[in-house]
């Protein structure tokens, strides 16, 4: 009776190949699912506990767009470098220590991760830094490739309008 179950199991499968493809590639999904949300989970956890930061996922040649109404800060950048000159580095020479995330979600499904999250920091002025972000990311062979970014642009501008603390000699 067992052979006669798996030569009409088999026997489907060449009938409808599209199903035994269609639930390989769920399966498949759902793995990279748990894996691209366990990488990005873990990423914000050390970033959080003061051991790096999620940058380092990116891809070098990494598409990274801030989205917005501002021309200043509402861009595209095209490389990692580029993202974290005009926007990582000058926010964080402004903060006496690193931002601090703090994940309130993170969503998957295959390549996909959103991560919805505040970040704080102590200005050197003595104010602080508080945003609210969220960042859809597109995750390929354990690299951020992609990221659509949405933040409080008038609270991270304000940051960045201020001048910068002097260079100790």
């Not at 590639?25 to 003061?50: C, H, L, P, Q, Y």
């Not at 021309?71 to 993202?83: C, D, G, N």
């Not at 979600?105 to 505040?118: H, L, S």
Request: proline share 7%; aromatic share 10%; hydrophobic share 45%.
């Amino acid at each position: 009776m067992r052979v006669i179950a798996w030569l009409a199991a088999l026997s489907l499968s060449f009938v409808f190949p599209a199903i035994s493809a269609a639930q390989g590639s769920e399966r498949m999904s759902e793995s990279s699912t748990a894996v691209n949300r366990a990488m990005i989970k873990r990423a914000f956890d050390d970033w959080s506990a003061g051991k790096g930061d999620v940058f380092s996922l990116l891809a070098e040649n990494a598409t990274w767009r801030i989205m917005g109404s501002d021309p200043e800060i509402a861009k595209t950048y095209h490389s990692r470098e580029a993202l974290l000159d005009a926007a990582a580095k000058p926010l964080a020479a402004r903060l006496k220590g690193p931002l601090k995330p703090t994940v309130r979600r993170i969503w998957a499904d295959g390549d996909e991760v959103i991560v919805f999250w505040d970040g704080e920091g102590d200005v050197y002025d003595g104010t602080k830094y508080r945003n609210t972000y969220l960042w859809i990311m597109t995750v390929k062979d354990r690299r951020v490739v992609d990221v659509t970014a949405f933040l409080d642009i008038p609270s991270f501008k304000a940051v960045l309008d201020r001048p910068p603390p002097p260079r100790k000699p």
